[in-house]
């Protein structure tokens, strides 16, 4: 039979490499197609591999903890007779993706594995510093962080972190420890360098006491994920927030008048989601500058509107799928798309393309009965939109007899945006319509 490649997959927007965490199958096993073949770790969530076809698993390109580009052949697929395969005759250069071909059918796993794969710095800082492998060794070894890494002053050219700026980085990071906190802070080991290698030659690091009464938990590799990731978004994005009271009477009462006759049409829940899924691409449409990402000093302007959902998970962990083209579906396709990821997300169904490509995300405080909050850009868009819980409040109602105090469903809307591209006026004008498309809700509308 002709051997089969197993390729990493696009991973999501902007990732271009992925840790092999764990080899579900070993060279000689046999495998099915669409059995999984590996997990594989980025920076937004764990997937399974599946093997394109079936056969023996004839090599491992891999080792465990190593990082793949995306495109790369990471196995190969025979059967007993290709099993003497030798290494040379395996081409493993990294491919151009060709349509979907990438885009396989790698399931999403939210939990965590048992093994975690050592710490990796990108190639870049979040600010675009190049890394060169070197730097990216010394500080995978002495697990430097993002936060670090971008702090350091690189002499390079281009401003680059050399290896001298890491070793002083280091020879400082030493010296500030044993003086801030010499019980609890942690002492990183003297550095003795030759051309090629790094070497510690301390002691082994005194063990922390918390006392009684406290329990320690590792993270697991989904909430690491999320803390750098979010970290990342408040160093990257000078974050802006403002609010809007809204009176969403109306709406509530269509939603409540119609939800019973929807549900029996479609099979599907009407929820509060879509209905703002739907206000937002319409203030989306209205300034399209809010619908952007950036790349250094261009602003790429999305011509599509892909709606995030914040989703939390029964782990406690969070994940945002993706409504692709929201802006070409109706109410009842919205609640569909917000059904649908709602619950592949929780019993974690997710493929990598549900959550690849979002311009805009929604978070809903309200799930919770939380009346708002200070969301946090969800990176590379330039706005977030957090929705609170709807509260019966008394309002005044101007009528053509006067104003009336009556009860009124109100609801919270917060927006955090990204200042250097989103003024006060812009994000304040933005928030605003989508306010009004919820506050002047049809009544009498069909759907």
């Known amino acids: ?53 079936s056969g ?31 290494a040379e005759d395996i081409s493993n250069e990294v491919v151009s993706p060709k349509g979907d071909n990438l885009k396989t059918f790698a399931k999403v796993v939210v939990n965590e594995s048992e093994e975690e794969p050592p710490f990796r710095p990108d190639r870049t800082t979040p600010s675009g510093s190049f890394l060169s492998p070197l730097v990216r060794s010394i500080a995978e070894k002495e697990e430097i962080t993002v936060p670090e890494l971008e702090s350091i002053k690189g002499t390079g050219k281009e401003n ?3 290896k ?69 978004s408040k160093q990257v994005s000078p974050h802006v927030t403002t609010f809007v009271e809204i009176d969403v009477t109306d709406l509530a ?13 479609e099979k599907e829940k009407l929820t509060f989601t879509p209905l703002i899924v739907e206000a937002a691409v319409k203030a989306l449409k209205d300034f399209p500058m809010v619908n952007i990402s950036v790349e250094g000093t261009k602003l790429l302007i999305k011509k599509y509107i892909n709606i995030g959902i914040a989703t939390a998970l029964p782990s406690g962990n969070l994940i945002v799928p993706v409504i692709k083209n929201a802006d070409q579906k109706n109410l009842t396709g919205l ?8 619950n592949r997300a929780r019993v974690n169904r997710l493929v990598p393309d549900d959550i690849m490509g979002g311009t805009f995300t929604i978070t809903n405080f309200g799930t919770f009965g939380n009346l708002t909050g200070t969301p946090i850009i969800n990176q590379p868009e330039v706005a977030i939109l957090g929705a609170g819980a709807i509260i019966k409040k ?43 498309y919820l506050e002047q809700w049809d009544i009498n509308r069909n759907i």
Not at 335 to 342: E, I, T
Not at 399 to 422: E, K, P, Y
């Open 1 to 53: 039979m002709a051997k089969i490649e197993v390729l990493l997959p696009a991973m999501g927007e902007g990732i271009k490499e992925a840790i092999i965490t764990r080899w579900l199958k070993k060279e000689g096993e046999e495998v099915r197609e669409d059995e999984p073949v590996a997990e594989v770790a980025t920076d937004k969530v764990d997937s399974e591999i599946p093997a394109p076809g």
């Open 56 to 86: 023996k698993v004839i090599r491992l390109l891999y080792k465990e903890g190593e990082t793949p580009q995306v495109g790369s052949v990471i196995a190969i697929i025979g059967s007993e007779k290709d099993a003497d395969l030798k």
């Open 160 to 162: 680059r972190i050399t």
């Open 164 to 232: 001298a700026d890491l070793m002083n980085f280091l020879k400082n990071r030493t010296v500030t420890a044993q003086h801030e906190n010499p019980v609890y802070q942690e002492t990183k080991p003297t550095i003795v360098l030759n051309e090629t290698t790094v070497k510690s030659t301390a002691e082994p690091e005194p063990r922390k006491s918390w006392g009684e009464g406290v329990e320690i938990v590792e993270m697991d590799r989904m909430r690491k994920l999320i803390a750098e990731n979010m970290l990342r």
């Open 253 to 265: 009462e269509w939603r409540e008048k119609v939800k019973d006759s929807f549900f029996t049409r």
């Open 335 to 342: 609640a569909r798309s917000v059904n649908d990821l709602s």
């Open 394 to 436: 008394p309002g005044v109602v101007t009528t053509s007899q006067g104003d009336f105090i009556a009860v009124r469903q109100i609801m919270i809307l917060s927006l955090s945006f990204d200042h250097r591209v989103v003024d006060g006026a812009l994000g304040g004008r933005f928030l605003r319509r989508l306010g009004d």
